[in-house]
T-cell receptor, first 112, second 114 residues
Framework: DVKVTQSSRYLVKRTGEKVFLECVQD?????MFWYRQDPGLGLRLIYF???????EKGDIPEGYSVSREKKERFSLILESASTNQTSMYLC???FGQGYGYTFGSGTRLTVV | AQSVTQLDSHVSVSEGTPVLLRCNYS??????LFWYVQHPNKGLQLLLK??????LVKGINGFEAEFKKSETSFHLTKPSAHMSDAAEYFC????????????FGRGTSLIVHP
């Protein structure tokens, strides 16, 4: 069964720590996305990537960076975690328009 | 530019009654449209998609949606609700262009009463 795997289901980090969220897909998709999901705000796009080493800012990139060194892996980095980054983080991938998006199960990050 | 509006933040139905979740979109291009479902503490699962073929789209678990260009709508329906349908539902429109970025509605919470 094809899938998108996020390395951690739950994560607790301290303010100021550097945090890595990993996402791996086994479908050979070019396009990968990172979203954060907050109650009442829906899903907001942080960054996306349409090819290896290519990245584009989404709607809320501040405080985040990404890395895509291999096609199957797309990492989200919180350079210095803050409490307002406490959220559910979702990774997704797709071949392209019309194919639909496959999501990971999410990482619930708490910054204390 | 494109956008998605889910007209109801919450919909409450009784088990066995019909479900209607409403979605309106705007898009500068011919859109691809999707409905996703999210159960508590889970990722999003694709229910169905419209990609300029048949306007009535059938999905999993008895759900279907009809694309109406004149009304810019893509409402999700199910003839008879089941308790297991209680979840958050997201309407999504896909931008055209190289990166195929999806734009999400804010979600509709479906509550099913016994």
């Amino acid at each position: 069964d094809v899938k998108v795997t996020q390395s951690s289901r739950y994560l607790v980090k301290r303010t100021g720590e550097k945090v890595f969220l990993e996402c791996v897909q086994d479908m050979d998709h070019e396009n990968m996305f990172w979203y954060r999901q907050d109650p009442g705000l829906g899903l907001r796009l942080i960054y996306f990537s349409y090819d290896v080493k290519m990245k584009e800012k989404g709607d809320i990139p501040e405080g985040y960076s990404v890395s895509r060194e291999k096609k199957e892996r797309f990492s989200l980095i919180l350079e210095s975690a803050s409490t307002n980054q406490t959220s559910m983080y979702l990774c997704a991938s797709t071949f392209g328009q019309g194919y639909g998006y496959t999501f990971g199960s999410g990482t619930r990050l708490t910054v204390v | 530019a494109q956008s998605v509006t889910q007209l109801d933040s919450h919909v409450s139905v009784s088990e066995g009654t019909p479900v209607l979740l409403r979605c309106n979109y705007s898009s500068s291009y011919s859109p691809s449209l999707f409905w996703y479902v999210q159960h508590p503490n889970k990722g999003l699962q694709l229910l169905l998609k419209y990609t300029s073929a048949a306007t009535l789209v059938k999905g999993i678990n008895g759900f279907e949606a009809e694309f109406k260009k004149s009304e810019t709508s893509f409402h999700l329906t199910k003839p008879s609700a089941h308790m297991s349908d209680a979840a958050e539902y997201f309407c999504v429109v896909s931008r055209s262009g190289g990166s195929y970025i999806p734009t999400f509605g804010r979600g509709t919470s479906l509550i099913v009463h016994p």
